[in-house]
């Protein structure tokens, strides 16, 4: 099942068919291919993930979405220049960056992939000193 960045359940669904392929190949008598299947299997889910989890560099995706004041047109670029340039030091990839713009808000959604060292509260309190913010949300997309 994929859900945006996070697809959940693809180990289990892969685990399901290899079982039922072993079991298929047990019907048949070849028990020694079952057997050599299955340690490959247990293998693969206990050192492969261990070994994976330390070399490889864990991140998530988050969508985060910044609500600010609307300032006068005069100050505006400038100002929303400025903005970009605080989210651009979070220590943070940017994938994606939408401004939207209403009668009295402008509104910054950014999908982000982050360090899983790093705190999301570290990233909220960053957010939160620009001028004028008046609401932060950051939903995490993969766990």
């Known amino acids: 099942m994929k859900t945006?960045?996070?697809t959940k359940g693809l180990t289990t669904a892969a685990n399901i068919w290899v079982t039922s392929a072993i079991g298929l190949v047990v019907g048949a008598g070849l028990y020694w291919?079952?057997?050599v299947a299955t340690l490959l299997i247990l293998f693969n889910?206990?050192?492969i993930t261990k070994i994976k989890k330390r070399l490889v560099r864990q991140y998530r995706y988050c969508d985060i979405k910044?609500?600010?004041?609307?300032?006068?047109?005069s100050e505006k670029i400038e100002?929303?220049?400025k903005i970009i340039e605080k989210i651009n030091r979070?220590?943070?990839n940017t994938?994606?960056?939408d401004i939207i713009e209403d009668k009295k808000n402008i509104t910054i959604k950014i999908i982000s992939k982050i360090n899983r060292d790093i705190d999301l509260t570290r990233i909220h309190e960053t957010l939160r000193k620009?001028?004028?913010?008046?609401k932060i949300s950051i939903a995490e997309n993969i766990k």
């Open 4 to 6: 945006w960045f996070n």
């Open 33 to 35: 291919i079952a057997i």
């Open 45 to 47: 889910l206990t050192i």
């Open 66 to 73: 910044i609500e600010f004041k609307k300032n006068k047109e």
């Open 79 to 81: 100002w929303e220049r």
């Open 90 to 92: 979070i220590p943070m």
């Open 95 to 97: 994938l994606t960056k």
């Open 130 to 134: 620009i001028d004028k913010t008046l």
